[in-house]
């Protein structure tokens, strides 16, 4: 079975490929690497040990998209493509609206054409917006509230595909919710490499730690909370890859649209995370608390218990695996780069 990831190359589609092709599927990538990396592609490779179709290009590219299909017998799709920075989405609101929203559509359009109906959508727990109690079930009301334009894509999409699936029965999508992956493959091959400076906690926390970054700025230390820092739900990457396989494997013979977080279930505040990062690393963090970001939420982390109920999925991985396979990954980007440079 030939699995279509749109945005493969990023960091939680590089690390499905991984656990696709180890499962025996087939993958097949098409990627811009607008905020990504071509070698990322030869390090899927070298880990899984195996071949895969890649298409450098963007997901809005129709002419593409029919090449990719015809070429390619390809049986679902995995939709990972988008831009993904909450603050960058609040300073461009119309470069998210435009790029998410449009890929979404030429992507459905040309999966109609081509009677490709199963599609697993990478979609937010920011769809829930400022959440009304915690943990967040699935059944917490989406798109009001929601603090900022990368979180009302997501919203916007979700209820375009729902929309799909009402029109047209042949559909099976699974929407799936992340909260923050964190984390890298053990390997220390592949893990999260923004291009510029990063826009998600943990690489910011692991450049500062590797000597690439003066300073953490934490945003934001009079929340309510315990420490007065943001709470968020932290997943290893490698359990949020085979939470997708369970997703796809869990449409075949299903129809319509359905949404289930993947989370651990457990808050952690941004002090917790640089503590344990400094425990798993051996190295001190520096960090100074600054003013509260636009588009953040004070906490924010999962109800799981529909995922296990229904797909028989839960995250598996702790968070001290989570910071040693970020040091590991770090540590080994360093060195390639150093000796990339010298």
């Not at 998410?100 to 009677?115: A, E, G, R, Y």
Request: net charge neutral.
């Amino acid at each position: 079975m030939n699995i279509l990831l749109t945005g493969g190359a990023g960091y939680i589609g590089s690390h499905t490929a991984i656990e696709l092709l180890a499962k025996g599927y087939k993958v097949t990538i098409i990627d811009n690497f607008s905020n990504s990396n071509q070698s990322t592609i030869n390090k899927i490779r070298a880990i899984s040990k195996k071949e895969l179709a890649l298409y450098s290009g963007d997901v809005r590219d129709e002419k593409l998209l029919q090449k990719i299909f015809t070429e390619q017998s390809i049986a679902a799709v995995m939709h990972f493509a988008g831009l993904k920075s909450v603050g960058e989405s609040v300073a461009q609101p119309l470069t998210y609206y435009q790029n998410n929203i449009d890929s979404t559509l030429v992507l459905c359009k040309l999966m109609k054409l081509n009677n490709v109906s199963k599609l697993i959508f990478s979609s937010s727990a920011t769809v829930y917006g400022v959440p009304k109690q915690l943990p967040i079930e699935e059944t917490h009301p989406v798109g009001t509230g929601i603090t900022n334009p990368y979180g009302r894509t997501k919203y916007m999409i979700e209820e375009i595909l729902q929309d799909l699936v009402t029109s047209d029965d042949t559909w099976a999508i699974t929407a799936l919710r992340y909260f923050n992956a964190i984390g890298a493959h053990d390997s220390g091959l592949i893990g999260e490499d923004p291009k510029g400076k990063p826009n998600n906690l943990m690489p910011y926390i692991a450049q500062v730690a590797v000597g690439k970054l003066d300073m953490l700025n934490v945003f934001g230390g009079d929340y309510n909370t315990p420490d007065g820092t943001g709470i968020r739900d932290y997943i290893h990457v490698v359990d949020l890859a085979k939470g997708h396989i369970t997703a796809l494997e869990h449409l075949d013979g299903k129809k319509g649209f359905s949404a289930y977080n993947l989370g651990t279930g457990s808050g952690i505040s941004v002090l917790e995370l640089i503590s344990a990062f400094e425990k798993n690393s051996g190295k001190k963090i520096a960090y100074t608390v600054v003013a509260r970001r636009p588009g953040d939420v004070a906490s924010c982390y999962a109800d799981v218990t529909l995922a296990s109920k229904k797909l028989g999925w839960r995250a598996e991985k702790t968070l001290d695996e989570a910071c040693s396979d970020v040091w590991r990954w770090q540590t080994n980007l360093a060195n390639e780069q150093h000796s990339g440079s010298s």
